[in-house]
């Protein structure tokens, strides 16, 4: 780390459901998270060659000063969670607009620094697949606190944003740990794979054998390349499905619990609450709320 401690300010943060749209470049002065809580996007970075799509459960981070165009392909759109923010608490914002680089009035020392290091490299991925549960809990307590201005609104806000980074950062670590690139190509199929038939009764012999190596190495190899186990990275994804069945449908939750794979009703709430910290029915009564 580059000797300062972490002192987050959070500038804006909200749930939005954005439509298909193709957006036009911009640049910011601060920070931006996004966390897809449904549907996909696909972002174009102004120093990289290729885009980068992201879906459901995958988390982008923008940098300050960087052009970027986001693009939301489906027609229906995509529900999103964004907190904009900086590290360092050096920001003060005068609008919503203010965070927006205007072209034609830069503002050079305004943008928010960037984390680094010890040998100077700068900290934070642009995409965080599948992101653990402590993300989404941290910046759903700052979109909360945020939107409520309640007294102490601010220290919630930044002990949010401090689990946030504090979670990015393992992530990081754990994904930037050495994993044999003989195999890296065959984890991203892999994990793409899942994303998409995460309803398949999938098994470690069967992951196993697309590595053709031992359940064992392969459990290891797994957790260096995503910094978690099959199971939970498998369980992320099939809860992400169920927590959109739960907002955006009418099924009873025992067809959902077997949609996402669970065979009985009581395993699949007690895993949910284990994760969201409420129960089913309860997420299901909360967004008819909100």
Known sequence: MDGREFAPSVHWASYQQVPRMTGEYRRLYDFELMYVVAGEMQVQFGDLDSPIDYYAGDLLFIPAMIPHRIDIPLESGARLLGIHFDFYDEFELESEIGMLVDEANIKPDSFCNWPVNEQQALLFARKYQAVPPEIVSGMDVVAKEHRTGMSGHEMMCRSGMLQVIATLLRCQTASGKAVNVAYRDAFEQ????????????????????????????????????????????????????????????????????????????????????????????????MGSIL
């Not at 793409?192 to 012999?205: F, G, K, S, V």
């Not at 190596?213 to 957790?223: G, Q, Y």
């Open 190 to 285: 892999l994990a793409d794979e899942l994303q998409q038939a995460w309803h398949i009764p999938w098994t470690i012999a069967r992951m196993a054998q697309r590595l053709n190596v031992s359940e064992d190495h392969f459990i290891r190899l797994f957790k260096e390349f995503f910094g978690k186990t099959p199971y939970q990275h498998l369980q992320h994804i099939r809860l992400q499905e169920a927590k959109r069945c739960l907002r955006e449908t009418d099924m009873k939750i025992e067809a959902i619990a077997r949609h996402v794979g669970y065979s009985s009703l009581y395993n699949f709430s007690h895993a949910f609450k284990k994760w969201q910290g409420v129960s089913p029915r309860e997420y299901r009564r």
